[in-house]
């Protein structure tokens, strides 16, 4: 039987690698519906290809989509409509606060969703997973499908804690003061994985981890304390859980994106994506603790989801308004977690965010406060 799988974002990093999972088996998978941003040329491409049923542009217009057969959706709210068209899965892979509308889109409409965009957990937490009911949202990040599988016929009782690893970024060796020097160029190097601009900004200020430990206490029911993160600089090891005896379940596989999302694509089965397999010989498994005195992000976002509400909506709305103003070359790299940290000073209350309008009114107020931050860094 083949899976009737819709991909959002199919223009991204995500996507891609998704597109290429299911070119890889023609007949696994049948594409419902692709989306993109901006990128009508790519998502053209894709769709003369995959020939889904619907195409979503969500900057465009239909014009930007002549000679496809494919049903058009275009304007804000083309990736949420398309969301909502019945799939077996939907896989969201929109990056950022944007990908939100799309995941309770897709509950809503009782569809599985497959979830790369951490952001929509990280801001509609419990009331997110409430939408879910009875449909399990399946991670696609690598750790929270490592811990997904390690967890798999676990008994709670049996689970003290649940590990996420870190690559640790290009920079987790450096000494603080040559932070300061470092450029967008050189934050968007990662050592071990090829991702979007957004999300390898985040790896290398350790944002990326805050946002998953927001992540993995959502999707597996474990406070905060159960939460733990080592740097694990090969990224081989992705996560597992420690168990109460004293033992620990890892699950380990070479830095390959194909893997989790596959997983997610056709869970609970798996298909052979040519990954390279994991090789012991002369291997080297290196893991420590993370440096939170100087890459702040990852404290700051265990303390903003303890705090809860409010707190982890204005963390990723600030955090990726000063993404942006450092790709931008506006602020320096420390000033990220500077930004971050004194918008949170300010939230203004912890309101409940158990709806689009609260979340999105929390957020506005967010990005307008980190927007003048950055613009008084700027014109100094
Ligand atoms: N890349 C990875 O290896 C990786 C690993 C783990 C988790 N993730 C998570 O997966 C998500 C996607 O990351 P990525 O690296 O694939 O990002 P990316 O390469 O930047 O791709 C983002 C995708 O979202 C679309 N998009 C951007 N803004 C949008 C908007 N406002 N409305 C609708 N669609 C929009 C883009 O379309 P255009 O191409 O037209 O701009 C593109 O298709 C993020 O949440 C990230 O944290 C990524």
């Not at 996420?164 to 967008?184: C, D, I, K, N, W």
């Not at 918008?343 to 003048?372: F, K």
Request: charged share 20%; net charge negative.
């Amino acid at each position: 039987m083949k899976r009737r799988v819709t991909i959002l974002g199919s223009t991204g990093s995500i996507g891609r690698q998704a597109l290429d999972v299911a070119r890889a088996h023609p007949d696994r998978f049948e594409i419902v519906g692709l989306s993109a941003s901006s990128n009508a040329e790519l998502l053209l491409s894709q769709a003369a290809e995959f020939r889904p049923e619907y195409l979503a542009l969500e900057n465009g217009q239909a014009s930007n989509l002549d000679g496809t057969a494919a049903e058009i959706i275009t304007g804000p709210g083309a990736a949420r409509r398309l969301a909502e068209v019945p799939a077996d899965v939907v896989l969201n892979g929109i990056v950022g606060f944007a990908g939100l509308a799309a995941t309770v889109a897709a509950l809503r409409a009782g569809n599985v969703l497959a979830l790369a965009n951490k952001e929509s957990l990280v801001v509609g937490g419990e009331w997110v997973n409430s939408l879910a009911g009875d449909n399990p949202i399946i991670p696609v990040d690598s750790e929270h499908s490592a811990i997904f599988q390690c967890l798999e016929s676990r008994r709670n009782d049996e689970i003290s804690e649940i590990l996420v690893t870190a690559s640790g970024g290009p920079f987790f060796e450096f000494e603080e003061e040559r932070l300061v020097e470092v450029g967008p160029e050189d934050a968007l190097k990662h050592p071990t994985w090829q991702m979007g601009r957004k999300v390898t900004i985040d790896s290398a200020t350790m944002m990326n981890k805050g946002l998953e430990v927001i992540e993995a206490h959502h999707l597996f029911g474990v406070s905060y304390d159960d939460v733990r993160v080592v740097v694990h600089r090969q990224s081989v090891v992705h996560g597992g859980v420690l168990l109460r005896d004293g033992s620990a379940i890892l699950h380990a596989a070479l830095p390959d994106m194909r893997l989790p999302i596959a997983y997610g694509m056709l869970y609970p089965e798996r298909v052979d994506v040519g990954a390279k397999p994991v090789g012991f010989g002369d291997a080297t498994w290196t893991f420590h603790e993370p440096r939170n005195d100087v890459f702040r992000c990852l404290p700051l976002a265990v303390e903003a989801g303890r705090a809860g509400g409010a707190h982890p909506v204005v963390l990723n709305a600030v955090n990726e308004v000063a993404v942006q103003a450092f790709l931008d070359h506006q602020i320096n790299f420390p000033r990220i977690a500077g930004v971050i940290e004194e918008v949170l000073e300010r939230v203004p209350e912890n309101g409940n965010m158990d709806s689009m309008e609260a979340i999105e009114a929390m957020d506005h107020w967010a990005r307008g406060e980190a927007e003048r931050l950055t613009a008084e860094v700027a014109a100094r």
